[in-house]
């Protein structure tokens, strides 16, 4: 409805039009508004978003083939080095595929199944894969952190990210700017995040940038990382990232918040499948932490979406211990999203495919923000993820 058109119709009671009329001008104010309001209703893309805060949370190199079909009976031995089979399939192995991931993530399998949506099934028509043709980190976490692959990223070397990430373009907007953080545990990732260009504040475990803005942990956890023997050079226990991930949250309430784990893809390097199932068991459980403290705090209750994915896949069978260009499936990944304003599809069946690079997107429409506007090689949301909810 033209608004000028409808103004024009107001006539006062001697039938002269009165264009500066106090009572026609709130007359076509109160029509405006009932106009604006029905439009809003009539348009589901349109509607306010409940999300005001979103987590994006990865585990590094852990399997698609895990998240829908739980524990693979024939790694559960010695030759994937597992020391007790006995016990590892007490913990883990069920019948069915089904009992399986719920024993392995029940947290996923639980609330995440029944209140958001998880793609990647590949052997039920879901796809979710990665763009780039590298299937190792750096080109991984730089593909949905920016929403674009970029050939030329070729290594693991911490080299300053050219491209601007989703993290750093919200800090930019508007009630966001000092309100995103990253607690990671690669040393690498504040390099892809370009912490010191971005101005993310960070903390890894390990050196930022030095003209990157740092997370200071407590003391209990900086103390208990020094008190513990390194198992690796540039990575951290995810024990450690998730004490320092809830801490943070309570304290300084990050609106947009990256939270990285990686133990999954180490222990599958060292060819220890028990060790490989017990993290992401952790993991799943560190998720549910996460949610669980959000759901206690107002700012964050009913208003938080959380994007869960990984940054490459694994081979097939007892290739699972690798990842790389050679590695065939290694480019198949998994996501999970849930939040006030996902549609609670649960397992996805049957769907269009998704890419490793609409996450960065994916990541600002849950909050209504539009990142390839602002960076147009930044692919776009996913977009069964922001389709109105329908309860
Ligand atoms: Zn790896």
């Known amino acids: 409805m033209n608004p000028i058109a409808m103004h024009r119709e107001f006539r006062d009671p001697a039938g002269h039009r009165d264009p500066l009329c106090p009572r026609a001008i709130t007359l076509v104010l109160r029509v405006l508004l009932v106009v ?127 491209h601007t990430n989703v993290f750093e373009w919200l800090n930019t907007r508007p009630g966001f700017k000092g309100r995103v953080a990253a607690i990671v545990n690669w040393d690498v990732i504040p390099w892809i995040l370009n912490s010191g260009r971005a101005r993310i504040p960070c903390w890894s475990g390990f050196p930022l940038q030095s003209n990157a803005p740092a997370i200071k942990v407590s003391p209990l956890v900086e103390q208990m990382l020094r008190d513990t023997t390194p198992l690796w050079g540039d990575m951290i226990l995810d024990t450690f990232t998730i004490r320092a991930a809830l801490d943070y949250v309570q304290a300084e309430k990050p609106r947009a918040f990256y939270v990285a784990f990686a133990e999954t893809d180490e222990w599958a390097h060292e060819n220890r499948y028990d060790s490989y199932l017990h993290s992401a ?19 964050y209750r009913d208003k938080t979406t959380f994007i869960i994915t990984t940054d490459h896949g694994r081979g097939d069978g007892t290739n ?72």
Not at 281 to 299: A, G, S
Not at 361 to 385: H, K, M, N, Q, Y
């Open 281 to 299: 068991h952790h993991v799943d459980r560190f998720i549910r932490d996460l949610w669980e403290t959000c759901q206690r705090i107002p700012q």
């Open 320 to 391: 699972w211990t690798s990842h790389g260009e050679k590695t065939v499936g290694a480019e198949f990944i998994w996501a999970a999203i849930l939040g006030p304003d996902t549609q609670p599809l649960g397992e996805r069946t049957n769907c269009a495919p998704i890419t490793q690079s609409q996450m960065a997107a994916t990541i600002a429409a849950t909050l209504g923000e539009d990142f390839p506007a602002a960076v147009p090689r930044a692919a776009r949301p996913i977009p069964d993820v922001l389709s109105q909810v329908v309860k």
């Open 36 to 162: 604006t309001f029905l439009g809003i209703l009539s348009q589901g893309e349109a509607a306010p978003r409940k999300t005001r805060n979103v987590f994006f949370i990865t585990t590094d190199g852990f399997r698609w083939q895990e998240v829908f079909t739980g524990a693979e009976e024939a790694l559960m031995n010695k030759t994937n080095g597992v020391a007790n089979v006995e016990e590892l399939r007490k913990q883990f192995w069920r019948d069915t595929p089904e009992g399986r991931r719920q024993a392995l993530l029940p947290f996923l399998w639980s609330v995440a199944a029944s209140n958001g949506q998880i793609y990647g099934n590949s052997n039920k028509g879901s796809v979710a894969r990665i763009t780039n043709d590298r299937k190792f980190s750096y080109p991984g976490y730089s593909e949905f952190l920016t929403g674009a692959a970029d050939t030329r990223i070729d290594s693991n070397k911490k080299i300053p990210n050219p």
